[in-house]
């Protein structure tokens, strides 16, 4: 445990990299001014830096690194550190920030930060203000977007520069998106990607935010939210489609087997690298994927990483169908939407006599598999694989 307190000490990170609030947990941020300010005054500053952690939405790392070199040169002036090494990447992250304001005088720092925070505290509230249509609850960012068409309810994964990995708070925004959509007058429900992959799986930053509690902690509240999204897939009550319009990666892929369809792109691969990564599998996979495909192809999928296409893993049962990718997008949703106009009501219960015998079963395999990966975050295996990941030595 020592080697991966260590390696996580150099990954943590308090605004660089992770949740908004973290910006204010830098020891730099405590305040100790000097000097008068010329255009933002000593209070507005100061209620600047309050008003950060009251940020609804997460601003993102780019913005993050500006309000801490913003932060620093307000108060220290120009940058005075040693830069740190280059695999304690977050540091040198937030040192590059902050070495580029060059010689930029404190007053004006301050300045461009106060006005830094206003404009995010506008965008933040305007984005609050919106009255969605259809009554249904907004996500609480972006990253996620969900629309009601012709009997459809879509769950779009809008993060298409990262591959659509999913963030802490995306874990968040579907679950709610599934309750609302659970509950709506859509007939079918639909989860896809945008951008050229459907889904990268867990974003390996979501790691590096580590809780006062410590990894201990964070593999605790891990364990849980992961428990608690699988259990929505395993009780969505109507018929849910997945539109796999790209490759899909880790629990993207381990959760197709709660899926009641699963349409794919040719150009889609499937791949559950959980041994690569020090992990093991979720999303209830290690009893839907045996049991769908035989146990030693499912052992070939979540302990050796092998990556299936789409017509490898429509051979398996994984996917019920593959297009062409040409005309993909035209032929699933012709398809959708006259599935769509069938009786609501008896789709609903169709589904629910196909799947409930097997819910009590899903949900104690769910709680099984969250409660040993807890274990497996904790590992050196694990812990080096991300490590590599997030200073760019490993890729899939
Ligand atoms: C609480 C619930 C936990 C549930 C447990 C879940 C487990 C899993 O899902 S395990 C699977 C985790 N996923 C991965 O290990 C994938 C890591 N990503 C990659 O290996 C590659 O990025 C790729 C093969 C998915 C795509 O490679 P490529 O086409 O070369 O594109 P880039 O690597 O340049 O990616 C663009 C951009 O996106 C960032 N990114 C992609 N995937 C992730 C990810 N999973 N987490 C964080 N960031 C990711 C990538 O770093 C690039 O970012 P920039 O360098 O800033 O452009």
């Not at 999928?301 to 994984?318: H, I, N, P, S, W």
Request: proline share 6%; with cysteine.
């Amino acid at each position: 445990m020592a080697g991966v307190a260590g390696r996580l000490a150099r990954l943590r990170c308090s605004g660089a990299l992770s949740s908004p609030l973290q910006v204010t947990r830098f020891p730099a941020l405590q305040l100790h001014l000097c000097g008068p300010a010329m255009r933002a005054s000593q209070k507005d500053f100061e209620n600047a830096t309050n008003q950060v952690k009251l940020l609804k939405k997460d601003p993102g790392n780019e913005v993050k690194l500006k309000l801490y070199a913003l932060y620093k040169q307000a108060t220290e002036g120009p940058c005075n550190v040693p830069k740190p090494g280059v695999l304690d990447f977050i540091n040198k992250a937030k040192w590059d920030a902050w070495n580029a304001l060059g010689s930029l005088p404190k007053e004006t720092a301050r300045h461009n930060y106060v006005d830094l925070v206003a404009s995010l505290s506008a965008s933040s509230e305007s984005s609050i203000q919106v009255t969605p249509a259809a009554d249904r609850k907004q996500p609480g960012s972006d990253a996620l977007v969900v629309t009601s068409q012709d009997g459809i309810t879509t769950i779009t994964l809008n993060r298409p520069d990262k591959k659509n990995a999913l963030t802490t708070q995306m874990y968040h925004d579907i679950m709610l998106a599934l309750e609302a959509a659970g509950k709506d007058d859509s007939a079918i429900t639909v989860l896809t990607g945008n951008g050229d992959y459907y889904c990268s799986g867990n974003d390996l930053t979501n790691f590096t935010d580590i809780p006062p509690g410590g990894v201990e902690e964070k593999a605790r509240s891990g364990a849980v939210l992961l428990r608690d999204f699988v259990d929505c897939f395993i009780d969505f009550p109507k018929p849910l489609v997945a539109v796999v319009n790209g490759p899909a990666v880790g629990i993207s892929v381990t959760i197709l087997g709660l899926f009641d369809i699963v349409y794919a792109t040719d150009r889609a691969t499937f791949h559950t690298p959980f041994s690569h990564l020090g992990q093991s599998p979720e999303g209830c996979s290690s009893y839907t994927f045996p049991k769908m495909m035989g146990p030693s192809k499912a052992t070939e999928m979540l302990v050796f990483g092998k990556k299936l296409t789409a017509r490898e893993a429509c051979t398996q049962g994984l996917v019920t169908e593959v297009f062409p990718d040409s005309t993909f997008q035209k032929e699933v949703w012709v398809r959708l939407k006259a599935y769509s106009k069938l009786p609501p009501n008896a789709m609903r219960i169709s589904k629910q006599v196909i799947r409930n015998t097997e819910k009590e079963k899903l949900h104690a395999i769910n709680a099984e598999e969250s409660n040993i990966l807890r274990e497996r975050w904790l590992s050196d295996e694990c812990m080096n694989a991300v490590v590599s990941f997030l200073s760019k030595k490993a890729k899939l």
